[in-house]
């Protein structure tokens, strides 16, 4: 994914279900080569009954996916292509009782951290993207949440938009790496599961400001 040639190891092989700073949004660097961190997070999600109608939704083409939906939903809506292969791990400061699930493909990947079966988190990642292809997945998403103001953070390297409700956020974040390429990556889940995740404007704005740095020495076309 983009920036992984920047990024500390540890960061790069915690499976598909990665944190915002290594799908791209904006890295994290440490003296020591790792972020890690050493123990693991106990998040307490409450899963709602249904999903109620008019949610955050995952898109992918007339499908929708919704905090809450099964595993099987999940992978109805994001079917895994041909040749695309496994990344089942969770990421590193998360554990019982969790579970992971995703597949990845040349230039796109999916996956969801479940709970007893249903989606508590799930993160779609599109690479080699376009400027109008952003724009349109930006678009859906502003029809399909009409009722929801969203918040929009913009940079030179990297751009995110927030959409949330009391318990939940959909978060789309465009990235761009040190060769110029723009990956989209979109991400619902349940705020306690995306604040571990630092999945939140607070980190996005920082995480902003240390891509800007990063790629600016790097000598990152602007």
Known sequence: MNLKSMLPQESKAIGLLLLVSSAGC?????????????????????????AAEGSLALINGAGKLKLGDTQRVAFDVFPRPRGAFEANELPPNMGDPFSAKGWEAARESFGIIAQEGKVVLA?????????????????SYRELLSEIKPTEMSGQYASYWFWETPSARLMICAATDPKGKLSVTTVIGFQAMMNVLRMDQADANNDQAEATNLLQKSGSPR
């Not at 779609?124 to 724009?135: F, G, M, N, P, R």
Request: proline residues 7%; negative net charge; hydrophobic residues 25%.
């Open 26 to 50: 904006g890295p994290q660097t440490s003296d020591a080569g790792t972020n890690v961190p050493k123990s693991r997070t106990i998040v307490e999600v409450q899963i709602p009954a249904q």
């Open 123 to 139: 993160q779609y990642t599109q690479e080699d993207s376009s400027k109008e292809h952003l724009a349109e997945i930006v678009q």
